[in-house]
């Protein structure tokens, strides 16, 4: 059987890191923060309050994707967080090696601006949630992800994504 990776994805303050962890616990699966794949020019573009281009964008993904496949290869099912803000982006991470299915955790502007303004310790500052949400593509129903809305709570939010994409502890 082939490998699983679950992208959770959406706007910055969305609750994708804690989504994923509890995920990847639930599940047994080995979990990546996105964050950790970006190269030093893209966080401080970002904490410079400057949105990331596409061509930013473009080696943060294929090292995401790369890793991905790296999970694949060893056998192992996995979850990463990743915006995955536009369908190109998406793209890139489905031509890994495993299955790549997205949980979009969606939510209104002012539920995850006040999520990202009581948000410390992290460089993507607040007033770059505008051009996230600008940018931000929804699935398509041709692509293999559910949308969960961030309203619920995490632990609910885990269960609804589970129980929707018929994967089960």
């Given at each position: 059987?082939?490998?699983?990776?679950?992208?959770?994805?959406g706007?910055?303050g969305?609750?994708?890191t804690?989504?994923?962890?509890?995920?990847?616990?639930?599940?047994?699966w080995?979990m990546?923060?996105?964050?950790?794949?970006?190269?030093?020019?893209?966080?401080?573009?970002?904490?410079?309050?400057?949105p990331?281009s596409?061509?930013?964008?473009?080696?943060?993904?294929?090292?995401?994707r790369?890793?991905?496949?790296?999970?694949?290869?060893?056998g192992?099912?996995?979850?990463?967080?990743c915006?995955?803000?536009?369908r190109?982006?998406?793209?890139?991470l489905r031509?890994?090696t495993?299955?790549?299915?997205f949980v979009?955790?969606?939510?209104?502007?002012?539920?995850?601006?006040?999520?990202l303004?009581?948000?410390?310790?992290?460089?993507?500052?607040?007033?770059?949630l505008?051009s996230q949400?600008?940018?931000?593509?929804?699935?398509?129903?041709?692509?293999?992800?559910?949308?969960?809305d961030v309203?619920?709570?995490p632990?609910q939010?885990?269960v609804?994504?589970?129980t929707?994409?018929?994967?089960?502890?």
């Amino acid at each position: 059987m082939a490998s699983t990776c679950l992208v959770v994805m959406g706007v910055s303050g969305a609750g994708k890191t804690t989504v994923a962890e509890l995920i990847a616990t639930r599940l047994g699966w080995r979990m990546a923060e996105a964050d950790e794949f970006h190269p030093p020019a893209n966080i401080e573009k970002m904490t410079a309050g400057t949105p990331l281009s596409d061509a930013d964008r473009a080696p943060w993904l294929r090292a995401i994707r790369d890793w991905i496949s790296e999970r694949a290869a060893a056998g192992e099912n996995a979850v990463v967080t990743c915006s995955a803000l536009k369908r190109a982006y998406r793209d890139i991470l489905r031509g890994a090696t495993a299955r790549v299915r997205f949980v979009h955790l969606c939510g209104t502007t002012e539920t995850v601006g006040a999520r990202l303004a009581e948000r410390s310790g992290h460089f993507m500052p607040p007033s770059l949630l505008g051009s996230q949400f600008a940018d931000l593509e929804p699935l398509s129903p041709d692509e293999d992800g559910v949308t969960v809305d961030v309203t619920q709570g995490p632990e609910q939010v885990t269960v609804t994504a589970l129980t929707r994409l018929g994967l089960h502890p």
